[in-house]
């Protein structure tokens, strides 16, 4: 499995380098320049966890993973190695080994190819797994089914439906008793305070410059194009680099103001602007360059930045109930706050709140096979946009798999679609 | 009355034709009938404040009609007969909801039949899917919350000492029924593995009491019954989650062999494990009963579940295991890969073979099972 495991590596560095090259020898002006930066993170990050595979050092799955970093564990992918299969013949590849393993073929994409990356070798076998119900259980079922596969130690951390004080203290002293778990069953690491709040002080500049690009985004024409839209960098802190995550992101938002301000990579006309949900298009990024021709922008949500960006509350360092919060309650409540835990509302309420604040003229709805935490809310989300005068279009793809995608298929939805909106967008004109 | 025909009686409480009459006698008496869904909601609650919990079952629809607006056809099937049964106002005998987090799935499902069903009551606890000490605590806190939410609602109360006689109540029931299970260790256990599945069904929705009252006098003639069995081995062991079609265990005895144990939500994993009443905190022994009780499989604890699974089959003298799993029942798909490993490196043949939420597909189901009782090699007529 090392083997395997290093040659997906070597050849995951490969692409990186290529990539970079082509770049610099052939720039492409109509690209966001700190691009680059952001490629070179990613290849010094392959790097480092070559470098650490072949020192033998500890790796970690799962989330939250800025207690993992702060424990002193490398890290592996995650959801960035799965959506990176989804390039070339890994998004077919995938499909059969899963066929052939026997796991559910109709789970969420972007969590199965996990246990394929593990199990297949193409990722290391983490020396421990913090299994965390965070996002969705999907995550919790490849964690446990790695960590039983591989026979790894494992922790569980459970969270509840609502982001109140009794989660708070739910979630904080599970983390306590995990801390104090590792340290019994890994080798090589222990927990560090003070790595863990200078990690949240980089999540909450991120979030702070987030929030500057989110606010500027807001200009018509869109500042940004629907593939740059797509690029949005999550979270840092658990990231091996994040000084340098942080200075692409200033450097991000540096370049969009003045190419904004040049008139560079702006929407030359801009006919509607769509709020885009749950998961890209990963495997045809010309889907994009075809939403950007037909006049549209895109605002994507994955879910849970309203909260960890801090626009409706609950960053790093905001404080709760009038206090401050401990670094381990701080992660508790960046854990709960992410809305696709509990009631749907929380996830209706955080979209709904994007969507009337980014102006969109309308919502495509991915329905994601698997995806049960939006799958099964549609028609609530949808009632709750109607309300609000959004049409809403669901849209069944996959994020990596791209057996039945039929680009033509899902050009003529949109185009549909964006008329509606389109027409919807000038008899509001005309009536104001 | 002759006691096997007391017997036949209280197994048919639970057919399609009759599941909803101890609901509706309640009603009729001006009291109020909760639908749940899982084995997960601490049912004692419910009893404590003088309603009775109900597993809704045997709502499988041919065709469904209204529930696909709402839910899309790649998620759970009882789920969504269980939407197309309240939206054809098939269950006006169901006065309200509790719903858990067993699922992401459940957790939407209880937000269309909030925001559409608008019933008096559509509660969601959350089940911590671990048995540390604070996910005990925490499930004693969402006891709390449920009693407060049927008090804001119907001003009822759930005190302590109704909460213990309650959970004496249950804990007679599951003895009952532990006792039963013991004897299906026997070549011929009283009951077919088909009936075994309709008295577990029929405790799940009768009021818990009366239940008791009309088992426990049949116990000594059960000690001597011998089911009207047609093969003594190969003895199967069938795992799945909701399944309240006793024909689908009849359709694995019919094809040859005896479905001596199950490992059901709706069978031995419902009442294993009694709650301490003698604790001073019965909240917290409730809590700790339900999370330590054998685990479905969206509990984080596979490797215990697949352990238990695999003793129950030593115990119980179990050739071969068949798992039926619900069509897109995602937290067993998951483990299903994990179980199979674990039983093939113990040398327990296995299938698995997915199955709808209603009873169909029964030839393709036959053959395949068929194929597997042969291959099993071991077979003796009753």
Redesign the interface.
């Given at each position: 499995m090392s083997t395997s495991y290093m040659k997906y590596l070597e050849t995951t560095i490969a692409k990186h380098q290529r990539r970079i090259k082509k770049i610099k020898e052939n720039p492409d002006p109509s690209k966001l320049q700190s691009n680059l930066m952001l490629y070179e993170i990613e290849l010094d990050e392959t790097i480092a966890e070559l470098e650490d595979f072949k020192a033998g050092k500890p790796f970690a799955a799962g989330s939250p993973g800025l207690l993992m970093r702060a424990m002193g564990f490398s890290s592996s992918g995650g959801f960035g190695a799965a959506d990176r299969t989804a390039q070339g013949e890994g998004s077919t590849r995938y499909l059969d080994s899963l066929r052939e393993g026997g796991w559910p073929e109709l789970a969420c994409d972007r969590t199965v190819v996990s246990v394929l990356l593990v199990t297949g070798g193409d990722c290391p076998k983490p020396d421990f797994f913090s299994i965390c119900n965070m996002a969705c259980e999907f995550s919790s079922y490849t964690s446990h089914a790695m960590a039983q596969w591989g026979q790894v130690p494992y922790f569980v951390v459970d969270i509840g439906n609502d982001a109140n004080e009794e989660n708070l203290k739910y979630v904080a002293d599970q983390l306590g008793e995990e801390i104090e778990y590792i340290e019994s069953k890994v080798h090589g690491v222990k927990y560090d305070e003070d790595k863990l709040i200078e990690l949240q002080g980089y999540d909450r500049e991120w979030a702070k410059i987030s929030r500057e690009i989110y606010e500027f985004r807001k200009r018509r024409p869109s500042p940004m194009n629907p593939r740059d839209a797509q690029r949005e960098l999550a979270p840092m802190g658990g990231r091996r680099f994040p000084q340098r995550c942080l200075e692409y992101m200033r450097a991000q938002r540096d370049e969009l103001f003045e190419r904004y301000e040049k008139g560079i990579g702006v929407m030359p006309e801009e006919k509607v602007r769509l709020l885009w949900t749950t998961v890209g298009i990963n495997y045809d990024e010309s889907i994009y360059k075809w939403l950007e021709d037909q006049g549209v922008a895109i605002y994507y949500v994955f879910g849970m930045h309203a909260h960890f960006m801090g626009l409706r509350g609950g960053g790093y360092g905001d404080p709760w109930n009038g206090r401050k919060l401990t670094p381990l309650e701080e992660e508790a409540r960046s854990i709960f706050y992410n809305s696709w835990n509990g009631r749907g509302q929380r996830l209706i309420d955080d979209w709904g709140f994007i969507a009337k604040d980014q102006g969109v003229d309308g919502v495509v709805y991915v329905l994601q096979p698997g995806c049960l935490q939006t799958l099964n809310l549609r028609k609530p989300f949808t009632d709750a946009m109607t309300k609000a005068g959004l049409p809403t279009m669901g849209l069944e793809i996959r994020g990596i798999f791209k057996e039945g995608y039929n680009q033509k298929d899902v050009k003529a939805k949109l185009s549909n679609f964006i008329e509606i909106c389109s027409s919807k967008k000038q008899e509001k004109v005309q009536v104001a | 009355m002759a006691d096997e025909e007391k017997l036949q009686e209280l197994l048919s409480a639970s057919r399609r034709e009759n599941w909803a009459k101890p609901a509706q006698e309640w009603q009729q008496k001006g009291k109020k009938v909760i639908g749940i869904i899982d084995s997960y909601v601490p049912e004692e609650v419910l009893y404590a404040a003088g309603i009775l919990p109900i597993r809704i079952m045997h709502v499988s629809h041919k065709y469904i009609t209204l529930a696909h607006?709402?839910?899309?056809v790649?998620?759970d099937a009882y789920y969504t007969n269980v939407l197309e049964a309240l939206l054809k106002k098939e269950l006006p005998f169901i006065d309200g909801f509790v719903f858990t987090?067993r699922?992401?799935?459940s957790?939407?499902?209880?937000?269309?039949v909030d925001?559409?069903v608008k019933p008096p009551i559509a509660h969601?606890m959350?089940i911590?899917?671990?048995t540390?000490s604070?996910?005990v605590?925490?499930l004693g806190?969402e006891i709390v919350h449920l009693g407060e939410a049927l008090n804001k609602v119907w001003g009822l109360n759930v005190s302590d000492d109704a909460l213990r006689q309650a959970a004496g109540v249950y804990n007679k029931n599951r003895e009952l029924m532990g006792k039963l299970y013991e004897l299906r260790k026997q070549d011929v256990p009283p009951l077919t593995g088909a009936e075994f599945l309709g008295l577990t069904t029929a405790a799940m929705v009768m009021p818990k009491d009366v239940f008791n009252q009309k088992l426990e006098p049949l116990m000594g003639y059960l000690e001597k019954r011998q089911a009207p069995i047609r093969h003594r081995r190969p003895r199967l062991i069938v795992s799945s989650d909701a399944l309240d079609s006793r024909e689908y265990i009849e359709l694995v005895e019919t094809t040859g062999a005896l479905v001596a144990m199950d490992d059901l939500d709706t069978g031995s994993r419902y009442f294993t494990l009694l709650t301490d009443t003698s604790a001073t905190d019965i909240k917290a022994a409730l809590a700790s009963r339900y999370l330590n009780r054998p685990g479905c499989p969206?509990m984080?604890s596979?490797?215990t579940q697949i352990a238990l699974i695999i003793q129950l089959i030593r115990d119980y003298r179990i050739d071969g295991f068949v798992e039926l799993p619900l069509r897109?029942s995602?937290?067993r798909?998951?483990?299903?890969?994990?179980l199979?490993?674990a039983l093939e490196e113990a040398q327990i043949p296995a299938i698995?073979l997915k199955r709808e939420y209603e009873y169909t597909n029964e030839a393709q189901l036959a053959t395949r099972i068929g194929g597997f009782i042969e291959m099993l090699g071991v077979s003796a007529s009753a």
């Open positions: - | 607006a709402y839910r899309v790649h998620t987090n699922d992401d799935d957790r939407r499902l209880c937000d269309v925001s559409v969601l959350h911590p899917r671990t540390t604070p996910a605590r925490r806190e969206r984080m596979w490797d897109n995602f937290a798909e998951f483990r299903t890969p994990i199979m490993h698995t």
